[in-house]
């Protein structure tokens, strides 16, 4: 049984059904008043008719009405209105012209470039990030509930189940078991609390698909389904890709940590760990070799003390930049968590577009920002071509416990030498 919907509802022109789902159906319409179109979600009559069942699914229709509509991102479908005709309930969108799901993109025969998997959910990322510290979390993350443009611009949908963490919200929320299993977090499996995390496992099993064309989570049944997601680690990519880029292979398994205290906290630490594999991907084929790297890396002062077995992990571990002339590397403002070694040439610091001092091979840049994720006071422009090691927490993450320390101990040193001279400087002035 399907919904029978008027040619109109309230001012809107219905012109033709372009989508159904769990809460829905979908029709393009027309907004007379604005002259755009619009989508507009409907809800499903048969789904009303039960006095209690029509009652919490009603809740749950407006609910996304309620929580969405609080949001405004580019990467995230606008709520423009919602209401009630008679005894039909709906709820007014922007329409993605031409707009697809992602769930095309999960098959083998049908997956996208790495360089756009990462910008897509690099923007999902982005978008879920803004979503969890205005206080929204989706819990219904999946392929088919992320719309892609003609122009591969990325819309996150349907807010149904969606959880408000404000006081006055909780009571309106739908709680128990619900979203889509195949793309719950463990703790949303186990019903137990959910945090932005939660998005952010789903939102990982997306990127597995869309590099692997593979669940993470292959089961029989649901039973084993929930087994495998609670207990069992996902095959490595390279089972089904062996060309998969290393630092792919590190960010999925970070963002799939069973345990919340090792998965990322934030959308914007994923993003920025993206953002360094677009990078990477992005690097010319031409790029240095290894052994030339090890040697590079081996005469630099910053990294005197560490043996030739952690000197190959960094090297692994990093990112490698490369700069011409006059090119930004960071720009004062801006917020990231990236810390930077100059491998070779040199750098000018800048601060209000005046030159306040220089860098050469074996410096370093970014400290606070690596240990803070806190604004950048200067910006960092290319003096000549520079060869840049560029660093991140998450990177750092993933090598030894004895190189983390040695790691960790240099750098504290550094930034111990670095606050000292700035000191020194401010009283020279001051005198």
């Known amino acids: 049984m399907t919904t029978n919907v008027p040619e109109k509802l309230g001012k809107y022109e219905i012109k033709k059904q372009i989508g159904r789902g769990s809460m829905g159906i979908v029709y393009e319409g027309h907004d007379p008043f604005a002259d755009c179109m619009v989508a507009i979600k409907v809800a499903l009559s048969e789904s009303l008719k039960s006095p209690e069942a029509g009652a919490r699914y009603r809740k749950m229709f407006f609910n996304e009405a309620h929580t969405a509509g609080k949001l405004k991102h580019p990467n995230i479908i606008e709520i423009l209105d919602a209401g009630a005709e008679g005894e039909i309930c709906y709820i007014v969108m922007e329409l993605v012209e031409g707009g697809q799901t992602l769930k095309q993109y999960c098959y083998p025969e049908n997956l996208l470039p790495y360089e756009q998997v990462v910008e897509i959910i690099f923007k999902c990322a982005k978008a879920l990030d803004y979503a969890h510290r205005v206080g929204v979390i989706h819990r219904d993350i999946k392929p088919s509930n992320i719309l892609i443009s003609k122009d591969m611009d990325v819309k996150i949908s349907d807010f149904s189940i969606a959880h408000l963490m404000t006081a006055e919200a909780s009571s309106t929320m739908p709680m128990g078991f619900v979203g889509s299993p195949r793309y719950m977090s ?20 997306v990127m597995y698909e869309l590099l ?42 970070h963002i799939l ?13 994923l993003a920025a760990d993206l953002s360094l594999a677009f990078d990477y991907l992005e690097q010319p084929k031409e790029d240095l070799a290894e052994k030339e790297k090890f040697t590079v890396v081996k005469q630099l002062d910053f990294f005197q003390g560490f043996s030739d077995a952690e000197i190959w992990e960094i090297i692994r571990a990093c990112i490698w930049q490369e700069y011409e002339t006059g090119n930004e590397i960071i720009i004062e403002g801006d917020i990231d968590d990236a810390f930077y070694v100059i491998a070779a040439g040199a750098v000018e610091v800048q601060r209000d577009k005046k030159t306040i001092g220089n860098l050469q091979a074996g410096d370093c840049f970014g400290e606070m920002g690596y240990l803070a994720n806190m604004e950048r ?55």
């Open 186 to 205: 463990p703790e949303q499996v186990q019903e137990d609390s959910i945090t932005n995390q939660t998005d952010l496992f789903s939102l990982g099993i």
């Open 212 to 253: 692997s064309g593979k669940h993470p989570f292959v089961a029989d049944g649901f039973s084993r389904l929930i087994h495998k997601i609670i207990n069992e680690k996902q095959p490595p990519l390279r089972t089904y890709r062996s060309d998969i880029p290393d630092i792919l292979e590190k960010i999925v398994h």
């Open 257 to 269: 940590e069973k345990d919340t205290k090792k998965r990322y906290k934030m959308g914007l630490n």
């Open 377 to 431: 006071t200067a910006t960092i422009r290319a003096k000549d071509f520079v060869r840049l090691i560029k660093i991140n927490g998450t990177m750092i993450d993933q090598l030894s416990v004895g190189c983390q320390l040695r790691f960790n101990k240099i750098f504290l040193r550094t930034l111990v030498k670095r606050l000292s001279l700035t000191t020194q400087k401010v009283v020279s002035s001051s005198n």
